[in-house]
């Protein structure tokens, strides 16, 4: 099984032995081909700065609406990393964290406190960052039009931003595949 072969939507944390052999060749594939994924790592950089730009305007929507939710999105399945998440958190040269054992999909996600998540924003999985329910979306629209119009800006720009990060990435495993990206069975 090679890394291009693992990464795709299939790759989940449930499914450890995959998971396992993912995370190994990315891990190592991103440190040993570091000057070739150089533009990568600098976009996964580019990328965490944006979305800490846009922490404060969506903490103070989230502050007012969220409290009041008798539907808490953040059920245990939203918490676990996809390979995108996965690409982006190598190319910051992190980990992904220790999932705990024995939660339910369903379940309250595990990083979810009194006070909200426990995970920096820029490093949440990305859904996390780009799921805004009927009501938020509702008191972020009727607010002051200008702020608004400016982080659909930046929401757009981080999401090209993005795109541009992993294809880079792809580009550049695929001209790696005959490197020893094939993982011991
Ligand atoms: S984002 Fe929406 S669904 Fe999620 S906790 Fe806040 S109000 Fe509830
Ligand atoms: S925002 Fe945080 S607490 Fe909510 S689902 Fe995502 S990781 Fe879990």
């Known amino acids: 099984m090679t890394l291009l072969n693992l ?3 299939e790759l989940s944390w449930h499914k450890r032995n995959d998971w396992d052999k993912a995370t190994t060749l990315l891990k190592s594939f991103s440190q040993e081909r570091n000057s070739e994924l150089a533009h990568v790592k600098d ?3 580019i990328v965490r700065f944006r979305i800490d730009e846009i922490d404060a305007f969506i903490q103070q929507n989230t502050s007012i609406v969220c409290p009041n939710c008798e539907k808490v999105c953040c059920v245990n399945r939203h918490g676990y990393y996809d390979y995108e998440d996965l690409i982006y958190i190598y190319a910051l040269g992190l980990n992904p964290p220790i999932y705990k054992e024995g939660v339910s999909d369903t379940d309250p996600c595990q990083f979810l406190s ?3 998540c426990t995970m920096e924003r820029a490093i949440r999985p990305f859904r996390c960052n780009w799921y805004f329910c009927n009501a938020l979306l509702k008191h972020i629209e009727h607010g002051p039009a200008k702020p608004y119009r400016m982080f659909i800006k930046q929401l757009d720009e981080i999401v090209d931003l993005r ?3 992993l294809d880079d ?7 790696n595949s005959l490197y020893t990206l094939s993982s011991p069975e």
Do not use: V
Not at 169 to 175: D, G, N, S, V
């Open 114 to 116: 009194q006070h909200g």
């Open 7 to 9: 990464l795709n939507y």
């Open 43 to 45: 976009l996964a950089r």
């Open 169 to 175: 990435f792809f580009r550049i495993l695929k001209a």
């Open 163 to 165: 795109k541009e990060m």
